[in-house]
């Protein structure tokens, strides 16, 4: 059985720092495009990164570039998400996706993944 669980969210003030962790088990992921997505209270959910199977090539959306950062460790099945200089308007739930190919040009429609993560809190005060 797939699985993607993600951790590392939490209260945080505006100009902070947090990791998040998304960790797959019953699928070996190192050959698959993953992504991070976030969700608002009201609002659809939207892409934030993705990154390719080999590592090297990430994707952020134009309002997270330049203040997170996705990377993967395949020995650990895991991706983070590196989030700095956090903005309220960063708060959300944030889902880990994956998809069975290893990279795409859809890469930042949630349609394009396969398997999803049930979410971690990120919330960030002003």
């Known amino acids: 059985q797939v699985q993607l669980v993600e951790s590392g969210g939490g209260l945080v003030q505006a100009g902070g720092s947090l990791r998040l962790s998304c960790a797959a088990s019953?699928?070996?992921?190192?050959?698959?495009?993953m992504a991070w997505f976030r969700q608002a209270p009201g609002k659809e959910r939207e892409f934030v990164a993705a990154?390719?199977?080999?590592?090297?090539?990430?994707y952020y959306a134009d309002s997270v570039k330049g203040r997170f950062a996705m990377s993967r460790d395949n020995a650990k099945n895991t991706v983070y998400l590196q989030m700095n200089s956090l903005k309220p308007e960063d708060t959300a739930v944030y889902y880990c996706a994956a998809d069975r190919s290893p990279d795409s040009l859809q890469r930042a429609r949630a349609t394009t993944y396969d398997y999803w993560g049930r979410g971690t809190q990120v919330t960030v005060s002003s």
């Open positions: 019953g699928w070996n992921f190192s050959r698959n495009l």
């Open positions: 990154i390719a199977w080999g590592g090297r090539s990430t």
